[in-house]
């Protein structure tokens, strides 16, 4: 298995090559400006979190994830608040 990085214009530009490299096995890292954004696997191979499972090093978790709070509704900047709760 080969792991390749590519722009998101690359991989637009020749998807149809790329998705047959994932198809015989390889790992595709997309990048946006340089930093990466996603990874294409072939399906069905174990994800790296499957695999630290399977050996025992991990656990899966016990509860589903609780979600998140409601964001907070506030006028103003981040630094006006803070000053206004110093007073």
Known sequence: MTVA?????ELRDGLSRHLAAVQEGDEIVVTDHGKPIARILPYGEESPL???????VARPPRAPRAPLPEPIKANGTVSDLIKEQRR
């Not at 499957?50 to 025992?56: E, F, M, S």
């Open 5 to 9: 990085t590519i722009g998101i214009r």
């Open 50 to 56: 499957d695999r630290l499972i399977r050996l025992g």
